[in-house]
């Protein structure tokens, strides 16, 4: 009799830990299977979110679409939809057109910005001498400067980045002082567009008070306080942005030649939500015809 009981509880314990290893591969399978459907709803989300990130940038290409356009923000659901922000490239300082030429008006606005960036004199003549010496077509060596060596070899055209700065001889004196990067382009048509530059752009141009410069930023920002955004008002000509700087023609006409307004060359932001995820693109483009030309594109 003994011996049946113990053979029935060893049954018993054979089938409580058949039970058990069951019921661990029952929960391993179930969180795996768990996984997957998150993995798949993440996967989902970032797709959806590149969509309207793309979706956004599409509406933002298009020739007649400005910065002004309501259609730049939709919520085309409950948790899912895009914003889109345009600021005008030409805001920026040009460095391929600053140099081009080496125009003594072009290089002052270039040594002033480096004065602002915190340069001394003697580091904003080396610098540029080095980066002449980058860009022109020859091996002669200005004052300053530095040309081909056993360990040095200037690129000889124009640069192709706003980044390949740090390749020039001495960039560190540059490179060195934080900001650096987002006050330059190579993207746009070259004059400094009076309508997208911040302050500290504006004040290198000669003839521009302090005083009117602000009250001129005010206005153009519009209630919001922010460029690029539907309550900044349209400037339709350069005159027009002259008679808010207080600028004269005879002022004006000292800056021919360095100043635009409405580049058509847009820095575009787009940014796609869905639930919690987000996704950007950032495009450089330049509008003006049926299909724009796209000079930068990043994810």
């Known amino acids: 009799m003994r011996t049946c009981s113990n053979s029935r509880a060893a049954v018993l314990l054979i089938v409580l830990w058949a039970l058990i290893l069951l019921s661990a591969a029952v929960l391993t399978w179930a969180n795996l299977i768990h996984q997957d459907i998150e993995f798949a709803g993440r996967e989902n989300r970032e797709l959806e979110a590149k969509a309207m990130a793309h ?92 040309e081909d060596t056993d360990s040095y070899h200037p690129a000889n055209r124009p640069l192709q980045s706003v980044d390949e700065l740090i390749h020039v001889a001495n960039a560190e004196l540059l490179t060195s002082h934080p900001g650096w990067r987002e006050q330059l382009t190579i993207y746009s048509q070259g004059p400094i567009d009076l309508t997208a530059a911040d302050e500290n752009i504006l004040r290198l141009l000669p003839g521009i008070g302090e005083a009117r410069m602000q009250r001129f930023l005010i206005y153009r920002r519009g209630k919001d306080g922010e460029d690029g955004t539907l309550d900044d008002p349209d400037f339709k000509s350069i005159k027009e942005v002259f008679s808010y700087l207080g600028i004269s023609d005879a002022q004006g006409k000292e800056l021919g030649g360095l100043i635009t307004v409405k580049d058509q060359t847009m820095h575009i932001t787009s940014e796609g939500i869905a639930s919690k995820v987000v996704r950007q693109v950032e495009v450089v483009a330049r509008k003006g015809g049926a299909n724009p030309a796209i000079l930068y594109w990043k994810e």
């Open 55 to 146: 979706s956004g940038l599409s509406i933002a290409l298009h020739p007649l679409v400005s910065r002004k356009t309501p259609l730049l923000e939709e919520q085309l659901a409950a948790d899912m939809g895009f914003r889109v922000k345009i600021i005008g490239e030409g805001g920026k300082l040009n460095i391929n057109w600053l140099i081009g030429g080496e125009d003594q008006r072009k290089l002052t606005l270039l040594k002033q910005w480096l004065e602002q960036m915190g340069l001394n004199f003697q580091e904003r003549e080396m610098f540029v001498d080095c980066l002449l010496d980058y860009v022109d077509g020859d091996d002669v060596k200005r004052l300053n400067g530095v």
